[in-house]
């Protein structure tokens, strides 16, 4: 029997998976294998299709960009750790915040449907370049000049 490494919510498609970005699929997945390691459930709550009614506060869902994965099974250390980890190592392709230009890759919230992970990467257009000299420079640098600061480890982008 093939092994699973995560479930899907009865009202979730398994094809909206096909309209992730290539981005949002690279941090889905080291979100699986993080949780394998852990011996930590995943389960996706939603993708596009919300199977309700939900008011979405961005697009980022709509844009293949974000998906949401529940913490049943999860302790409050557990969830804190996760969010740290992939904010921390994720910072190059998670989504920037309009309200404090801040890059996230995971959020913990309760949008009031219930606490949950959103897994959130910035559009594929916004494309970051590293300057040896400077540092990050990305699309959003206009708006948000104190990425420059912030130090990137990972080059892969
Ligand atoms: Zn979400």
Redesign the pocket.
């Known amino acids: 029997m093939v092994k699973k490494y995560f479930e899907l919510k009865d009202e979730v498609s398994e094809k909206d998976l096909l309209e992730m970005t290539p981005w949002a699929l690279i941090l889905f997945s080291n979100f699986v294998l993080y949780c394998e390691q852990r011996g930590l459930p995943v389960k996706i709550t939603?993708i596009k299709n919300d199977g309700a009614n939900i008011k979405r506060v961005s697009k980022?869902?709509s844009q293949g960009r974000?998906?949401?994965i529940s913490v049943v099974g999860w302790t409050e250390t557990q969830i804190k750790k996760a969010v740290s980890y992939f904010n921390n190592r994720f910072k190059h392709i998670g989504a920037i915040s309009f309200s404090d230009g801040q890059s996230r890759a995971i959020v913990y919230h309760d949008?009031g449907y219930g606490a949950?992970f959103?897994l959130?990467v910035r559009p594929m257009d916004e494309k970051i370049f590293i300057d040896k000299k400077k540092g990050l420079l990305a699309k959003t640098l206009e708006k948000f000049p104190h990425i420059l600061k912030e130090k990137i480890k990972c080059k892969c982008f």
Do not use: G, I, P
């Open positions: 939603s980022s869902h974000a998906l949401d949008s949950h959103h959130q």
